[in-house]
C-alpha cells in the first residue's frame, strides 16, 4: 500500500495483540477488527497497520517495510535490529528468567557454568552470560522450551515468565532473572526525514503520550470538613493542588484531585484517617497536561 501514510507494525495474534489496539483506540484512532488481513487503513488518522509475527518487527521497521512498529524488549534486543525504542508502554510485562528442575538445589549464578541452557532467545542469554562470565552451553528452541529438561537436551532453560504457572506445570522453579520485559513502541532511524510521516508520527507520540498518562492517574473525588482541608492536602501527592468547591452545608467542601492509580489504596486509607467521605474513584478517558 504506497499511499504515504505512516506504517505500524504490531503483532498479529498473540498476548501483545489486544494491548497494542486498545491502546491506539485510547489514543483515537478508529481501528477495524481486522479479520486476518496483512494491513488495514486506520480510518482517522493517516496511519496503516500491518499484521506481522512478532519476530519480525524489529527487522521489519529497521528496513522500513513499517516505519514504527510494537513489540516486546525481549524480541527487540534479542534481534538487535538497527531502530529505537521511543516509549515503553506499560504493558506485556514478563521477566526473562532462568529457571531449573524443581529438584535441583542452585543458589549462585556461577552454578550455571558448564550446564546446557535452553532458550528462545540466544542473543539475550549469551549477553547476560558473557556479563557474567559464565561459559553455559547455550540450546536454542524455538518453542515450549520448558520441555527441555525433561526431554533431557537440556539441564536449566531461560524463558519469559510472568506468572510461573507454566514452570510449575513442568516441575521447574524460578532461579535469577536475567531480564525484565515491557512492550515498547520502536521506530527506524529515517522517519524524521520524510516530513508527512514524521508530522503523523508526532501527532500519535502526543496521543500515546496523554493516553499512558490518564491510564496511570485516577480522578479522586470527596466531600470533607473545611477544617481538614490542609491535612486533605498533605495526604494527596503534590503533583497539583487539589481543586476544593463549595457545598450546601458550609462546614463541608468537595475536594477533587488526580491522583497515581497504583497509590489508590494507601491514598484512601489516609483520607479515611482524616475526615473524608463520599469518596468516589473515576477512570480518566484522557489527559492532556
Ligand atoms: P508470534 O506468533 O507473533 O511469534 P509468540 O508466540 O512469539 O508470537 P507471544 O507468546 O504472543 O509471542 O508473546 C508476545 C510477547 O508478549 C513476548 O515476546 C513478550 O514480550 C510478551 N509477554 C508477556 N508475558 C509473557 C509471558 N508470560 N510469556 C511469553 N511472553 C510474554
Ligand atoms: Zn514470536
Not at 161 to 186: M, R, W, Y
Not at 267 to 278: E, M
Request: glycine share 4%; proline share 3%; charged share 25%.
Amino acid at each position: 500500500m504506497l499511499n504515504g501514510n505512516l506504517k505500524l507494525a504490531i503483532q498479529k495474534n498473540g498476548r501483545l495483540t489486544q494491548k497494542s489496539i486498545q491502546l491506539l483506540r485510547t489514543a483515537g484512532l478508529e481501528i477495524e477488527d481486522y479479520n486476518d488481513r496483512l494491513i488495514i487503513s486506520v480510518q482517522n488518522f493517516d496511519m496503516d497497520i500491518i499484521y506481522l509475527r512478532d519476530d519480525d518487527i524489529p527487522e521489519y521497521v529497521k528496513d522500513g517495510v513499517a516505519d514504527i512498529g510494537i513489540v516486546g524488549e525481549n524480541v527487540f534486543y534479542e534481534k538487535k535490529a538497527d531502530a529505537e525504542i521511543i516509549r515503553k508502554l506499560g504493558f506485556g510485562k514478563c521477566k526473562f528468567s532462568l529457571a531449573v528442575p524443581e529438584s535441583k538445589e542452585v543458589k549462585e549464578l556461577n552454578e550455571f557454568n558448564g550446564l546446557r541452557i535452553a532458550t528462545s532467545y540466544p542473543n539475550l542469554l549469551n549477553d547476560f552470560l558473557k556479563k557474567n562470565n559464565l561459559n553455559s552451553i547455550i540450546v536454542e528452541i524455538s518453542g515450549s522450551v520448558e520441555t527441555a529438561p525433561s526431554l533431557g537436551i537440556a539441564d536449566a532453560i531461560c524463558d519469559l515468565v510472568s506468572t510461573g504457572n507454566t514452570l510449575k506445570l513442568h516441575k521447574l522453579k524460578k532461579s535469577f532473572d536475567v531480564f525484565e520485559s515491557e512492550a515498547v513502541l520502536i521506530a527506524n532511524k529515517f522517519i524524521h526525514k520524510d516530513e508527512k510521516k514524521n508530522n503523523v508520527f508526532e501527532e500519535l507520540l502526543f496521543r500515546i503520550d496523554s493516553a499512558l498518562k490518564a491510564k496511570s492517574s485516577k480522578y479522586l473525588m470527596m466531600n470533607a470538613p473545611k477544617s481538614a482541608i490542609e491535612k486533605i492536602k498533605s495526604v494527596l501527592p503534590a503533583l497539583k493542588s487539589p481543586t476544593i468547591l463549595p457545598l450546601a452545608d458550609e462546614s463541608m467542601v468537595a475536594v477533587h484531585a488526580v491522583i497515581p492509580s497504583d497509590k489508590f489504596w494507601d491514598i484512601l486509607r489516609n483520607l479515611k484517617k482524616v475526615g473524608a467521605s463520599d469518596i468516589l474513584l473515576l477512570t480518566i478517558d484522557n489527559m492532556i497536561l
